[in-house]
């Protein structure tokens, strides 16, 4: 099967890797870096882009610049990558682990409303492969008890919901340009906000301090150095290029593959809501019934369609927060979730469409087994 490889480069990355060798500054001042925190800010409709080192310093950067610390909880969905609840963890304060939507994969609005407390600063969503989080909802909650809203985004470049982009619908949100993502130096991340003085206080607490037009010496802030270099800039300005059409060539092909594989009863696929105006489909995600989960993963990459059986475990359920303080609440479809779903990540669909049209034939198959 013709499936593309990711990460994947070509010319373009390696002629702007060539000018940043060629300049006297390899760092995070070259100008690669602001231009792509403002291309890629603007494209997730939001004023700032505070680039950084990767989308895990970033979720840190933003609840510092909160204030986010021991004594407060932060709602975070049972399902995601770790970094998401040890971002908050390591501020010092507690999260709250709390149940997706059984269709959506993203954080359940209704049980966020049961698990704020006094003592509750912020919800942090992930759109989880691309789709867009239960915004309307969850902005009436923060409303409601004065909390902030964090997006993680890491899977949510270009994701669309009623023509605004993810980003633009919290206070600030984090991405990350991590190998595997849609967009990608191998490593980076950015938070991104609309908000000026969020934006000037993260922009300088990653900088080391510093403050836009006094000296390079002189530090205003408890900082640190959480900068993006000039070389992972290079590499996201030419990705950036091919981006937009990446995802309408994914949108394309999963319109096909839905054609072809929507009709199988034992596959049932993640739901992405009405409003939603674009997906980047970072991972594609579905369930069958949990005792062919495992044996329908193998028969899928037996036959050459790169496949994962989902997250092996929910997010309370890692060795850490065995130790670590957090408070659960009740999650039955996350640990439902753990032993029924899987994902085919975005690379699959980039393939051509003739390739698209075999791994549906092999889906089909494979589904109606189980
Ligand atoms: C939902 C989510 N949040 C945060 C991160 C952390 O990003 P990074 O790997 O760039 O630190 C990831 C990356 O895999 C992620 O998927």
Redesign the pocket.
Known sequence: MQIPPWPRADEREAELLRMVLDSPQWGGFHPFVAEFEQSFAAYQHSRHGIGAM???VT?SLALEVLGIGPGDEVIVPAI??I??ATAVSRAGAMPVFVDIEADSYNIDPSRVREAVTSKTKAVIP?HFGGVISDVRALLEICREHDLTLLE?A??AHGAEYDGKRAGSFGLAA?F???NGKVLTAG?G?MLVTSDDRFAERARSIANCGRVPGRSFYEHHELGTNFRLSAMQAAILLAQFERLPDQIRQREANLRLFNDLVGDVKEIVWQLQPPAQTQNPHYLVTGRVDRQARDEFCRRLAAAGVPVTPFYPHTLYQNPVYRREECRVMPCPVAETRIHDSFWLGHRVFLAPQETIQEIASVVRTCGAGC
């Open positions: 990767n989308g895990s979720l995601s990558f970094t998401t992930v993680d890491a899977h984090s990350s340009f991590q490593e991340g």
